[in-house]
T-cell receptor, first 110, second 115 residues
Framework: KQEVTQIPAALSVPEGENLVLNCSFTDSAIYNLQWFRQDPGKGLTSLLLIQSSQREQTSGRLNASLDKSSGRSTLYIAASQPGDSATYLCAVLNDYKLSFGAGTTVTVRA | NAGVTQTPKFQVLKTGQSMTLQCAQDMNHEYMSWYRQDPGMGLRLIHYSVGAGITDQGEVPNGYNVSRSTTEDFPLRLLSAAPSQTSVYFC??????????????FGNGTRLTVT
């Protein structure tokens, strides 16, 4: 059974600091890894998707890396803003099933 | 473009009652899925479908039924509600189950309380 872990569970940083969010998974036979953002009381919004054959993906201030062999992914958010405050979840896809981590709740202080 | 639409947004049930959570998508997505989200436990997959007429169980299927008679709709049925089914339920879809650059799109959720 795939187990996905996100550390830390919560993070508070001053505005402008770079954010580093970690995700680890136990079964490296994944099809892809996805990072999502969830605002309170809302659904999840897809941020980045990395195919298993890729090492990283970038979108604006966001960059996600994938090391499949070690079962790790890292999401970097550059120059954080108060609007980046949310919960960030990673998920891995095996055999048509997506397994989620519990998320990292980020607070960016103005 | 409505995306993934879930109804109702909120529901309160008594133990033993049954109900159906509705999910519809207008993006012609093949893959649809249901998750429940509980504090500290992340999202857990209940059931999923890779196309019309095809459904399969996820991690926590007990107490729930699904069907997929059309590409657009994927309702989730609670057969006999229990307090342990109090949760936030999310429906999600993607173009392909395992397609290149096929991210999951989520609805806004249904908050269910069983008393």
């Amino acid at each position: 059974k795939q187990e996905v872990t996100q550390i830390p569970a919560a993070l508070s940083v001053p505005e402008g600091e770079n954010l580093v969010l970690n995700c680890s998974f136990t079964d490296s036979a994944i099809y892809n890894l996805q990072w999502f953002r969830q605002d309170p009381g809302k659904g999840l919004t897809s941020l980045l998707l990395i195919q298993s054959s890729q090492r990283e993906q970038t979108s604006g201030r966001l960059n996600a890396s994938l090391d499949k062999s070690s079962g790790r992914s890292t999401l970097y958010i550059a120059a954080s803003q108060p609007g980046d405050s949310a919960t960030y979840l990673c998920a891995v896809l095996n055999d048509y099933k997506l397994s989620f981590g519990a998320g990292t709740t980020v607070t960016v202080r103005a | 473009n409505a995306g993934v639409t879930q109804t109702p947004k909120f529901q309160v049930l008594k133990t033993g009652q049954s109900m159906t959570l509705q999910c519809a998508q207008d993006m012609n997505h093949e893959y649809m899925s249901w998750y429940r989200q509980d504090p500290g436990m992340g999202l857990r997959l209940i059931h999923y479908s890779v196309g019309a007429g095809i459904t399969d169980q996820g991690e926590v299927p007990n107490g729930y039924n699904v069907s997929r008679s059309t590409t657009e709709d994927f309702p989730l049925r609670l057969l006999s509600a229990a307090p342990s089914q109090t949760s936030v339920y999310f429906c999600a879809s993607s173009y392909k189950a395992q397609g290149i650059n096929s991210p999951l799109h989520f609805g806004n959720g249904t908050r269910l309380t069983v008393t």
